[in-house]
């Protein structure tokens, strides 16, 4: 297929690239890789010194080194975290919807539970989300609260497709978008979820902001597969090297991104608005974007 194509030219040439920069790369800091982050040795070398992910700047400067000044011509965006944020936290949505079905757990019990439930492997398929995304939710919900009760289920996982459940993080996301497109910068949502997405973005009135949505549901890819990225650069018509992506998880939105080719940058730490990420990219992806 073509993404199996593009992702053996990008191994291929990144291999090539690294050989050619190992000099005048050495000592500096090794670039932040999933598949460096899965080696013992990524975390302690030699002499048990620690090895860190590179920074923002050293990772711009490294990607110069292999692409050149590089004019971006796509925006790739995390949801979760990033566009969006729950409107209430979770434990607190779970315990007070769960009063009526039996729910005995306080919040900090519900949430410790939680994160239990979903840091464990989801032994039914490689994928969290298939399809609609339902067993593996019903699998969270009653390994954090303990109930099993299918319409206390039903209840919160419609609650969580409408827009009364999220809310757009950034303010000024509307206007960043809309100026984006206007000038003519490719833009998509790239992001670990269930099928729920795409009506949940139209719910929010920001569905049009996007030219794409690539959701790990669809493509049977979860970050930090580089895969759903590429997908995302097909739907958008572009090579990798002309997108960024923004996300706020450091192994599935950074490290993942760059495993395909993308620039990428962590929500809360390199930026912490669309605004400022466009400008940091320079002059607004010289496209004379005004907001």
């Avoid at 995390?78 to 969006?84: E, V």
């Avoid at 519900?110 to 979903?118: E, P, S």
């Avoid at 992001?191 to 049009?208: I, V």
């Avoid at 493509?219 to 958008?236: D, G, M, Q, R, S």
Wanted: glycine share 6%; hydrophobic share 40%; charged share 25%.
């Amino acid at each position: 297929t073509s993404l199996t194509m593009a992702v053996a030219r990008l191994r291929s040439a990144t291999a090539a690239a690294a050989a050619r920069l190992q000099p005048a790369l050495a000592g500096r800091r090794r670039l932040g890789t999933a598949a460096a982050a899965e080696a013992p040795e990524a975390v302690v070398g030699a002499g048990s010194a620690r090895w860190e992910p590179m920074g923002a700047r050293e990772y711009y400067d490294y990607r110069r080194a292999i692409y050149g000044d590089i004019t971006h011509k796509a925006i790739l965006v995390d949801a979760a975290g990033t566009l969006l944020a729950p409107t209430e936290p979770m434990a607190q949505v779970y315990r007070t919807v769960g009063e009526k079905y039996g729910v005995k757990y306080s919040e900090d019990e519900i949430l410790m539970r939680y994160r239990q439930a979903y840091a464990q492997p989801w032994g039914r398929s490689r994928l969290r989300y298939v399809d609609d995304g339902r067993p593996f939710w019903q699998h969270i919900v009653s390994s954090s609260t303990g109930c099993s009760d299918l319409q206390y289920f039903e209840e919160l996982y419609h609650y969580y497709t409408t827009e009364k459940a999220w809310r757009l993080i950034d303010p000024d996301a509307k206007y960043v978008f809309e100026a984006l497109r206007r000038a003519g910068v490719r833009t998509a949502v790239v992001s670990n979820f269930d099928t729920r997405l795409r009506p949940l973005l139209q719910a929010l009135n920001c569905d049009h902001w996007f030219d794409a949505v690539a959701v790990s549901a669809e493509v049977a890819a979860e970050k930090p597969n580089p895969t759903i990225f590429l997908k995302a650069c097909e739907l958008l018509d572009v090579k990798p090297e002309e997108a960024v992506h923004i996300g706020d998880d450091r192994r599935n939105d950074l490290w993942g991104a760059r495993d395909a080719g993308c620039d990428a940058w962590l929500w809360g730490s390199d930026v912490h608005s669309f605004k400022e990420q466009t400008w940091h990219l320079g002059v607004a992806f010289r496209c004379r974007c005004s907001w």
